[in-house]
């Protein structure tokens, strides 16, 4: 399995970004899919049940969301923050009892912003 972020870079306080992370290879039927952020500080998860999950820091302002069709797992930011700036990874995993196991991740993409 593969994953390629893209979209991040560098925005003012209140603008917005979308990341994309395109994923190849075979992946479970019962999935995750997440974005963290300084390699392990979750942001949102989504799982193949459609249900999602967000960090209280991004309530509101986040939005995760999947395109099956085209293999791509986006991050929708709004309303950024200064505080928001970080290597932002991908990563794809499978739903266990307990929760997600995540097993595949991505290079990361970089968002910067500015006040």
């Known amino acids: 399995v593969q994953l390629v972020e893209s979209g991040g870079g560098s925005v003012q306080a209140g603008g917005s970004l979308r990341l994309s992370c395109e994923v190849s290879?075979?992946?479970?039927?019962?999935?995750?899919m997440g974005w963290f952020r300084q390699e392990r500080d979750e942001v949102a998860i989504i799982d193949s049940n459609?249900?999602?999950s967000y960090a209280d820091s991004v309530k509101d302002r986040f939005t995760i969301s999947k395109d099956s069709a085209k293999n791509t797992l986006y991050l929708q930011m709004n309303s950024l923050k200064p505080e928001d700036t970080a290597m932002y990874y991908c990563?794809?995993?499978?739903?266990?009892?307990?929760?997600?196991?995540?097993?595949?991740w991505g290079q990361g993409t970089q968002v910067t912003v500015s006040s």
């Open positions: 459609g249900s999602t």
């Open positions: 290879g075979y992946i479970n039927s019962r999935y995750c």
């Open positions: 990563a794809v995993g499978r739903i266990r009892y307990d929760g997600c196991a995540f097993d595949y």
